[in-house]
């Protein structure tokens, strides 16, 4: 995405016209490295994110009210103390580098006016927020540093905040710019804007020499330059001309990127959006917010893996015991052959040749001996082995059906995992986890929540439909909530959630049974796009399975209807 300063000046125009005069409502830290800050301003409550984040840093105005944590991290404190109630002044950039500055009035202790700086970098990796006060000093800062190698600075509290140090020629110098132009001798002259010019991404650097009607592969002439200098003019105010429409890129259909405008050197497709922060919300909120339950899910991945590794270790081991267990008939006919035959048999013998009457044809077998023991020691050995071998095949068998299901209900838990996203989803699993053995409690998480995890509610047609997030959210939706007389429905021989369709008392007519195929089919392990067989039958004819784990029922009496696996976002009910 062109995260250059063109694009991001646009933005703080965007945000400097719609933020300035507005009141800091409350401020909270969803992230531990995003800010959110509620704004009052003309009757409207807006919503500023402000991201840290080192894939994904932004500052746009969100729909997105995220889930906060029960205990506020000390910067959010922080920023609570000091810019609670406070007015925005005016948004601006800051060295013409990806630097929002965002001037704020605020009381202290005393009542008296203060103003301080919000500073937020969007650039990459040093990506950070910081408060500094009137004298330029930082008061606080997310993400603190005694000194970056990279940006030269040292960013702590109590030491003067210094812009990072720049060695190329600042955009909006255009006599600068011009000269730049003039001296290139080169064959590549986008390559030289970027590593000469500063405020350009290399899909910028393209659309401005496209428009200026500039050979990438030649000197640009007088002209060249004078139209150069005239666009990059026009790209640093673009929010004051008709070619000003915020957009987002496509790629398979899906918002990929943002621009300020379509750009034409490109061969993508367009959208448009309302503003700039929609866009950006609309590309990167995705990205993000897969990012995030990566993140937040990390530790449970790893130790529902390492279950699931152990656990195939232990069924395979087993199945090789069985394996080797499985000649027990051989031994206990070795022995009574031996026993019916201890008049031919002498000690010290090596091996007997004796008739097999087990085999139809009553072939000559040749039994291995122990030449240290008598015939009928011999005898009594096979029939120790037959008998040891007896007991694995059984102890073996119990232990492999044990390992099966507890392997079963592991993996049926994976669904949870990949979507699992806010704290509450995430302890949830993770107590599931901890019951089933896969992870120790480590006491990392706040035990006590504000609330339960929620299922996800559909109105279709009238008719409500729940599906559980998880086996734990699944029993409760099934042996809990619902009657005998409302549908369930699972995904056919795959992993995935319950799904209730309560009737209250009313017939389903079919149209919603379809619905709820597709939708239980969507929150499965089913492959999207593809046809899915979906099991449906009254709640009555569901019973737990004998293994008593949460989630894993037994039925006989079903219907089955083959479905396109479909989120249904249009029927889905917001929280």
């Given at each position: 995405m062109p995260n250059d300063f063109i694009t991001l000046n646009a933005l703080c125009k965007e945000l400097d016209s719609a933020l300035s005069g507005g009141k800091i409502d409350k401020i909270s830290m969803p992230e531990n490295d995003e800010i959110n800050i509620h704004i009052r301003k003309g009757g409207a409550n807006l919503l500023l994110a402000v991201s840290a984040n080192a894939q994904n840093p932004r500052i746009h105005l969100s729909d997105n009210r995220k889930t906060n944590p029960l205990t506020a991290p000390a910067f959010c404190m922080r920023l609570r103390k000091c810019l609670a109630g406070g007015v925005i002044n005016g948004v601006s950039m800051l060295g013409n580098d990806r630097i929002f500055c965002f001037s704020i009035t605020a009381r202290n202790e005393l009542r008296d006016e203060v103003t301080y700086s919000l500073i937020a970098e969007t650039m990459g990796r040093y990506s950070n927020v910081l408060l500094v006060d009137s004298n330029g000093i930082i008061k606080d800062t997310l993400k603190q540093a005694s000194y970056d190698t990279a940006t030269k600075r040292c960013l702590l509290p109590s030491v003067r905040y210094e812009l990072p140090p720049r060695n190329k020629i600042p955009c909006t110098d255009a006599a600068q710019v011009a000269d730049a132009l003039k001296n290139y001798n080169g064959s590549d002259l986008c390559g030289f804007v970027m590593s000469a010019i500063s405020g350009f991404s290399v899909a910028t650097a393209k659309e401005w020499l496209y428009i200026a009607g500039i050979d990438n592969a030649s000197k640009p002439d007088e002209d060249g330059i004078k139209a150069a200098v005239r666009v990059l003019e026009l790209l640093l105010d673009v929010n004051k001309h008709d070619a000003y429409e915020p957009c987002c890129s496509l790629v398979d259909g899906v918002e990929d990127d943002y621009f300020v405008f379509p750009y034409k050197s490109s061969s993508l497709s367009f959208v448009s959006a309302d503003t700039l922060s929609k866009a950006i919300e609309k590309c990167i909120g995705k990205k993000d917010e897969k990012y995030r339950r990566n993140e937040h899910s990390k530790h449970l991945k790893k130790a529902h893996s390492s279950a699931v590794t152990k656990l195939r270790k232990r069924l395979e081991k087993c199945r090789q015991r069985l394996s080797e267990a499985s000649g027990s008939d051989r031994n206990k006919k070795y022995g009574e052959l031996i026993t019916a035959n201890l008049y031919r048999i002498k000690r010290g013998d090596r091996s007997a040749?004796?008739?097999?009457?087990?085999?139809?044809?009553?072939?000559?077998?040749?039994?291995?001996?122990?030449?240290?023991?008598?015939?009928?020691?011999?005898?009594?050995?096979?029939?120790?082995?037959?008998?040891?071998?007896?007991?694995?095949?059984?102890?073996?068998?119990?232990?492999?059906?044990?390992?099966?299901?507890?392997?079963?209900?592991?993996?049926?838990?994976?669904?949870?995992?990949?979507?699992?996203?806010?704290?509450?989803?995430?302890?949830?699993?993770?107590?599931?986890?901890?019951?089933?053995?896969?992870?120790?409690?480590?006491?990392?998480?706040?035990?006590?929540?504000?609330?339960?995890?929620?299922?996800?509610?559909?109105?279709?047609?009238?008719?409500?439909?729940?599906?559980?997030?998880?086996?734990?959210?699944?029993?409760?939706?099934?042996?809990?909530?619902?009657?005998?007389?409302?549908?369930?429905?699972?995904?056919?021989?795959?992993?995935?959630?319950?799904?209730?369709?309560?009737?209250?008392?009313?017939?389903?007519?079919?149209?919603?049974?379809?619905?709820?195929?597709?939708?239980?089919?969507?929150?499965?392990?089913?492959?999207?796009?593809?046809?899915?067989?979906?099991?449906?039958?009254?709640?009555?004819?569901?019973?737990?399975?004998?293994?008593?784990?949460p989630g894993m029922v037994l039925y006989t009496v079903y219907n089955s209807a083959t479905v396109v696996a479909d989120e249904h976002k249009e029927y889905l009910q917001k929280d």
């Open positions: 040749t004796v008739q097999d009457y087990y085999d139809e044809n009553m072939q000559d077998v040749t039994i291995p001996l122990d030449e240290r023991l008598t015939p009928q020691q011999n005898a009594q050995q096979y029939f120790k082995k037959y008998a040891k071998q007896k007991r694995t095949l059984e102890v073996v068998g119990e232990q492999i059906k044990q390992t099966e299901d507890e392997l079963e209900y592991l993996l049926s838990i994976e669904p949870s995992i990949e979507t699992c996203s806010t704290d509450d989803e995430i302890a949830e699993v993770e107590a599931e986890l901890i019951s089933a053995g896969a992870m120790k409690p480590s006491g990392r998480r706040n035990k006590t929540r504000t609330k339960a995890a929620q299922p996800y509610f559909y109105d279709v047609n009238g008719f409500t439909v729940a599906v559980g997030k998880n086996n734990l959210q699944n029993d409760k939706l099934t042996f809990k909530l619902a009657n005998g007389g409302d549908l369930w429905l699972h995904a056919k021989d795959v992993h995935g959630s319950h799904v209730i369709v309560f009737a209250e008392g009313r017939s389903i007519p079919d149209d919603v049974i379809l619905t709820a195929c597709e939708i239980a089919c969507f929150h499965s392990q089913a492959q999207t796009g593809t046809k899915t067989v979906c099991d449906y039958t009254f709640r009555r004819n569901l019973k737990r399975h004998p293994s008593g784990k």
